[in-house]
């Protein structure tokens, strides 16, 4: 008997037992569903993380120089922990001895906030947004665009003027009619004027950056500062990452020797880039994807052992069938194969039906979370292989008892 | 005895041993038997007589304790199962007294089963199929299932099956036990028509009407040949075990 034969016959057997077929496969469905629901989140994540949310935090080919790390994947140890407290805090001076130690051509901005703050426009109000105060060019290497108005201007900050630039969550919140240009905000005691309004960010952390307030750094030190004169971060964007890689070696150097360390002591403040960060979501990828095979694996072999006993039921009850093959010419590979083929279809039907529910879930998730999505191929060739040698595996035991059936005895059966 | 090449089947002190716990049945001692192509045979004996054990050594089912099994031309008695089966498939077309036929397959599909053991194509297996049941008057009944068929036609469907691949013996076992009187006549009306065209047939029965209808009877007793060409004429009908 031919393979086509064998899994023709597998899909008559499998169909004409639709009801069956489908319980049996629920384990197979569950495991294949998780596996692929898990990596579709994940390799969403992934890309998310890559592509959009190193560069949102970052900007590209931009390090920042900051106190003690502010974006950090994995765990700090207490140690650490002080060591970076007891580090001095930013100030306007140390703008200074990073823009000297810079070529030209490399922008130079720094920036102050106070967590998370709310704004009001007469009765309305917005909770859990941030007031950043940026220094002139903050946004264009933040990579923000404004949509609507004007971005801050040199002269805002030189004068210390109180105006704001609002992200689009804000907005319409407080202006959900007419437009916000020219109204003025208030951030605790003091009015700020709007004078534009952000683009849209969207995706995972996009929410924090659309419902942000960018002020002149100068204003914002003068007012809303609850650390006047201090800085939280400074950004260096280079034109190309070779030249980040430069400016960063200058930069430490220069503050090094402004600080006045000695060669053998630890930097007191801290250089923070997007390729840290990048190692620090491979680690808990790493983990995700580790972690994952042990869980599958539980579903696929409860799976496996299902379809198991459902075909040594299906073996028993076509004992007479089995003897009456044999009978009329099949070899014991003939029944073997039949029943192989019919575990594996079975058990890839399960696989397939894994697959579709777990790429449907991935994007219910999307849809109704900010988690991105991305099914990868290899996950579902994975995926399909899977379910092959679940079938394959749980196959050979009743179809070996199959195919070793005495035809006289079987005949016999009832 | 006749030129041995006319000879189908040839057994010599063909001997049968079952171990039943600690005890061994000898199910066959030692049993001769020639039997020629074209020839119909009824193979008759009381139960316990090894009437079943020697049919499933004829049928290849099963492999002799001691002796030999010339089948066609092939000694079969030392093969392994794998050797049997492709012999069962291409000697031996089985008759059953419960059809076996598949349930949930059409008449076609249940024909077409031993060709696809012996590797036949698919399109040249349905019109073999379809010729064989038309060979046994049902060419109307091809897509039919079992369930949609009268005993009769069931027994028909599964006589085709027994001719599709053109063995050199048809076995059949007690082919009317589960038929009526007047289907029992109607299925033997079709063996008597594929002897008359040259098949061998080889039939146990226990009825002796039935076995009157064939050339030669062969009765077993005690796991011995009682008789080559059993006299059944004097025997009353009632007289049947």
Known sequence: ?414 | MEASKDLIIITRDLTKDYQMGSETVHALRGVDVDIGRNEYIAVMGPSGSGKSTFMNLIGCLDTPTSGEYVLNGQAVQDLDDDELARIRNREIGFVFQTFNLLPRATSLHNVELPLIYAGVSASERRERAEEALRMVDLADRMEHRPNELSGGQRQRVAIARALVNRPSILLADEPTGNLDSATSAEIMAVFTHLHDTGQTIIMVTHEYDIAARAERVIMLRDGQIESHDADISAVPHAAAP
Do not use: C
């Open chain 1, 1 to 414: 008997m031919s393979l086509l034969e064998g899994l023709r016959l597998a899909l008559s057997q499998i169909w004409s037992h639709k009801l069956k077929s489908f319980f049996s496969l629920v384990g197979v469905i569950i495991g294949i569903t998780f596996l692929i629901a898990v990596i579709t989140i994940v390799e969403g994540m992934n890309r998310y993380v890559r592509e959009d949310f190193a560069g949102s935090i970052f900007g590209i080919n931009t390090f920042t120089v900051v106190r003690r790390p502010t974006v950090q994947m994995g765990r700090m140890t207490d140690e650490e922990r002080r060591r970076y407290a007891r580090n001095p805090q930013l100030t306007m001076h140390d703008v200074g001895v990073v823009r000297g130690a810079v070529p030209a051509g490399t922008i130079v901005t720094w920036d102050s906030d106070r967590g998370f703050d709310q704004v009001r426009y007469g009765e309305r109000e917005r909770k859990n947004i941030r007031v950043i105060g940026g220094s002139e060019g903050y946004s264009s290497v933040q990579g923000w665009t404004v949509q609507e108005g004007r971005g801050l201007s040199p002269l805002d900050e030189r004068r210390g003027l109180k105006v704001a630039v609002i992200g689009p969550d804000i907005a319409d919140k407080l202006f959900p009619a007419g437009s916000p240009l020219g109204k003025e905000i208030r951030v605790g005691p003091f009015r700020f004027q709007v004078v534009g309004v952000f683009q849209r960010r969207g995706g995972l952390l996009g929410g924090i950056w659309d419902a942000a307030i960018l002020v002149p750094f100068s204003a914002y030190d003068e007012t809303l500062s609850r650390n006047p004169g201090k800085l939280e971060e400074i950004s260096v964007k280079a034109p190309s990452p070779k030249a980040m890689d430069a400016a960063m070696a200058d930069v430490e150097g220069a503050m090094r020797a402004d600080r006045r360390l000695r060669p053998a002591r630890d930097d007191n403040f801290y250089l923070q880039t997007s390729s840290g960060l990048l190692s620090a979501w491979d680690k808990i990828n790493g983990i995700l994807l580790t972690a994952l095979p042990g869980l599958v694996s539980i579903a696929l072999v409860v799976g496996g052992i299902v379809i198991m006993n459902i075909m040594l039921v299906s073996v028993s009850q076509r004992t007479r069938e089995i003897g009456l093959r044999k009978a009329l010419g099949a070899r014991q590979s003939d029944v073997l194969l039949q029943f192989l083929a019919e575990s594996s279809v079975l058990s890839l039907l399960g696989a397939g039906l894994g697959v579709g529910v777990g790429v449907g879930l991935a994007q219910v998730v999307q849809a109704l979370t900010p988690l991105p999505a991305s099914t990868p191929w290899w996950s579902l060739a994975l995926a399909i292989g899977l379910g092959v040698a679940v079938g394959l595996t749980s196959g050979v035991y009743p179809a070996r008892r199959a195919a070793r059936l005495d035809p006289i005895v079987a005949l016999r059966t009832e």
